[in-house]
């Protein structure tokens, strides 16, 4: 079992950062790819980027690709997400996720049934 507890949501204005960490325990943090969804109002859960059990590895969805940054720390045992250049799109519940895949299927990583273990979420929302 691995338990997951997002932080650092908000609200900030349009073009501001923000960082989302994410803290793992339990089991082995490096035995899990890492990744982040988002669920904004009336949508369903979105990739949003993940990273490798190594942290050498890393994948975006196109609408955050140049303005997010996932990274992990496996001494710390967290998880991060650097938003940079918010837009109001960007607004929803962000959802740390860790997968114990260890397949080859092509980019199984944005589909949610693909991970095992789901933080809480915390909230981001960007105004205009």
């Known amino acids: 079992q691995v338990q997951l507890v997002e932080s650092g949501g908000g609200l900030v204005q349009a073009g501001d950062s923000l960082r989302l960490s994410c803290a793992a325990s339990?089991?082995?943090?490096?035995?899990?790819?890492m990744g982040w969804f988002r669920q904004g109002p009336g949508t369903g859960r979105e990739f949003v980027a993940r990273?490798?059990?190594?942290?050498?590895?890393?994948d975006y969805a196109d609408s955050v690709k140049g303005r997010f940054t996932i990274s992990r720390d496996s001494a710390k045992n967290t998880v991060y997400l650097q938003m940079n250049s918010l837009k109001v799109d960007d607004t929803a519940v962000y959802y740390c996720?860790?997968?114990?895949?260890?397949?080859?299927?092509?980019?199984?990583?944005?589909?949610?049934?693909?991970?095992?273990?789901w933080g809480q979420g915390t909230q981001v929302t960007v105004s205009s």
């Open positions: 996720t860790a997968a114990s895949y260890s397949g080859t299927r092509s980019r199984w990583y944005v589909l949610p049934d693909s991970y095992d273990f």
């Open positions: 339990g089991r082995t943090f490096s035995s899990y790819a």
């Open positions: 990273i490798s059990r190594s942290g050498g590895s890393t």
